[in-house]
């Protein structure tokens, strides 16, 4: 993959007619529309089996066979000055409704797993699935083993499996929850969100005779009214609102 996130529409997403390397291909041709900043353009077979985890050029033929038949895509025959056959003509067709943002990194560490290519294409379907369910800023959502099988077409000790594949991968964290009367119910699942670079805590500037800056009194009053009632908050807390309040002011 090539960007950071894919943009795929929600109907490709709950369509049930992408199966294997169906999704898996349409994915790869979306991301190769956000890279080219156009909806048609030309990419061989056997680089479209190669970046989807090593699968076989008859795959992709039968992938976009049927993304052809569901009107996901455009496919044309390319004809060379000698009046053979070249590289193929894809156009993505326009989509409408929502759309979902897929990190190409977690694309990434599926298809490289070690799990067979059958495999793969369902634990990224399935994460693309959760990917659509989770809310916003909070990357969480509540779903039953049934309702996974079912949105998949599984069964639902297949869809057990499939979740804890996304666990081991670190693509996904499940945190068991209880009613009041302390029965077991629907799982809560966070989605792993892929943050670019680091944050790092500005240090403290010093005065040019080598001595700390000193904190105003009125700084030290704000400070001490909004320091934490954690003991194990207060060293950082403290370095960290100062540099805050310092900016502000």
């Given at each position: 993959?090539?960007?950071?996130?894919?943009?795929?529409?929600?109907?490709?997403?709950?369509?049930?007619?992408?199966?294997?390397?169906?999704?898996?291909?349409?994915?790869?041709?979306?991301?190769?529309?956000?890279?080219?900043?156009?909806?048609?353009?030309?990419?061989?077979?056997?680089?479209?089996?190669?970046?989807?985890?090593?699968?076989?050029?008859?795959?992709?033929?039968?992938?976009?066979?049927?993304?052809?038949?569901?009107?996901?895509?455009?496919?044309?025959?390319?004809?060379?000055?000698?009046?053979?056959?070249?590289?193929?003509?894809?156009?993505?067709?326009?989509?409408?409704?929502?759309?979902?943002?897929?990190?190409?990194?977690?694309?990434?560490?599926?298809?490289?797993?070690?799990?067979?290519?059958?495999?793969?294409?369902?634990?990224?379907?399935?994460?693309?699935?959760?990917?659509?369910?989770?809310?916003?800023?909070?990357?969480?959502?509540?779903?039953?083993?049934?309702?996974?099988?079912?949105?998949?077409?599984?069964?639902?000790?297949?869809?057990?499996?499939?979740?804890?594949?996304?666990?081991?991968?670190?693509?996904?964290?499940?945190?068991?929850?209880?009613?009041?009367?302390?029965?077991?119910?629907?799982?809560?699942?966070?989605?792993?969100?892929?943050?670019?670079?680091?944050?790092?805590?500005?240090?403290?500037?010093?005065?040019?005779?080598?001595?700390?800056?000193?904190?105003?009194?009125?700084?030290?009053?704000?400070?001490?009214?909004?320091?934490?009632?954690?003991?194990?908050?207060?060293?950082?807390?403290?370095?960290?609102?100062?540099?805050?309040?310092?900016?502000f002011w």
């Amino acid at each position: 993959m090539n960007s950071n996130y894919i943009r795929v529409p929600n109907d490709i997403i709950k369509n049930n007619k992408l199966k294997g390397a169906a999704f898996t291909v349409a994915l790869y041709l979306y991301d190769l529309r956000n890279v080219k900043r156009k909806n048609t353009f030309k990419v061989r077979q056997s680089k479209i089996a190669e970046r989807c985890g090593g699968i076989k050029v008859r795959s992709v033929q039968l992938a976009c066979d049927t993304l052809v038949a569901e009107g996901i895509i455009e496919r044309d025959k390319t004809i060379r000055a000698n009046r053979t056959y070249g590289t193929y003509t894809y156009t993505i067709t326009k989509q409408t409704g929502s759309y979902t943002y897929i990190s190409t990194q977690a694309i990434s560490r599926i298809l490289t797993a070690n799990l067979s290519n059958r495999l793969k294409a369902t634990v990224l379907r399935l994460y693309a699935l959760f990917a659509m369910y989770r809310e916003n800023y909070t990357n969480t959502f509540f779903k039953s083993y049934k309702g996974i099988s079912v949105a998949l077409c599984v069964s639902e000790k297949r869809a057990v499996d499939v979740v804890d594949i996304l666990c081991k991968l670190g693509l996904l964290r499940k945190c068991l929850r209880k009613t009041q009367k302390g029965d077991y119910t629907h799982n809560r699942y966070f989605v792993t969100a892929f943050v670019t670079g680091t944050i790092k805590r500005k240090r403290r500037q010093k005065k040019r005779n080598g001595t700390a800056n000193t904190v105003s009194p009125s700084i030290r009053l704000f400070l001490k009214l909004r320091r934490p009632t954690n003991d194990a908050f207060l060293d950082s807390y403290d370095s960290t609102y100062y540099h805050v309040c310092q900016g502000f002011w």
